[in-house]
T-cell receptor, first 114, second 112 residues
Framework: SAVISQKPSRDICQRGTSLTIQCQVD?????MFWYRQQPGQSLTLIAT?????????ESGFVIDKFPISRPNLTFSTLTVSNLSPEDSSIYLC???????????FGPGTRLLVL | SQQGEEDPQALSIQEGENATMNCSYK?????LQWYRQNSGRGLVHLIL?????REKHSGRLRVTLDTSKKSSSLLITASRAADTASYFC????????????FGAGTRLAVHP
């Protein structure tokens, strides 16, 4: 398994600002994933964060809006830029120990944009 | 985009009853996984079933997989109030992908 922490756990932001979410894992992992969960909806993968290279974004998500850093094998950040009320969601990071196998999720960051 | 659908969208039962949730998907898969989410928090992995497996058990959980119909079911036996949560299936597509694609989820309410 893996122990994952996220900061902040929740935040309320004004439109036009940005929020950076941190994800810390208790041991080294190759892949880290960032998901968005809109209110009452399922999870949608935003991007896969690889250490030492640019993140791989899914269709509909762009680097300018969701820049990601992955400075080492235990840490990643997701920034949600130029916030609008439509960005109000839960953002979750996850890791897997083996590609395509079980993923372990952080507790999520609940974002409300006013 | 989401891989498929889950039904029912919501399920309300009494403690002690069994709960069955179904999941359908669209593409060939390496494996299918079930997760639980309590009150909008992080997801907890429940069980993984591979494409060459047809049934798997873990405690009170029973998962079946029918690759010909591209569907899976999760059965929770003798449900408890603590089982109240949202349940999601997620697939890993075949073809070298290592990402999860989630279904829409089922909200389960177990009443004492």
């Amino acid at each position: 398994s893996a122990v994952i922490s996220q900061k902040p756990s929740r935040d309320i932001c004004q439109r036009g600002t940005s929020l950076t979410i941190q994800c810390q894992v208790d041991s080294q992992v190759t892949m880290m994933f960032w998901y968005r969960q809109q209110p009452g909806q399922s999870l949608t993968l935003i991007a896969t964060a690889n250490q030492g290279s640019e993140a791989t974004y899914e269709s509909g998500f762009v680097i300018d809006k969701f820049p990601i850093s992955r400075p080492n094998l235990t840490f990643s950040t997701l920034t949600v830029s130029n916030l609008s009320p439509e960005d109000s969601s839960i953002y979750l990071c996850s890791v897997d120990r083996q590609a395509g196998e079980t993923q372990y999720f952080g507790p999520g960051t609940r974002l409300l944009v006013l | 985009s989401q891989q498929g659908e889950e039904d029912p969208q919501a399920l309300s039962i009494q403690e002690g009853e069994n709960a069955t949730m179904n999941c359908s998907y669209k593409t060939s898969i390496n494996n299918l996984q079930w997760y639980r989410q309590n009150s909008g928090r992080g997801l907890v992995h429940l069980i993984l079933i591979r494409s060459n497996e047809r049934e798997k058990h873990s405690g009170r959980l029973r998962v079946t997989l029918d690759t010909s119909k591209k569907s899976s079911s999760l059965l929770i036996t003798a449900s408890r109030a603590a089982d109240t949560a949202s349940y999601f299936c997620a697939t890993v597509p075949s073809g070298g992908y290592n990402k999860l694609i989630f279904g829409a989820g089922t909200r389960l309410a177990v009443h004492p």
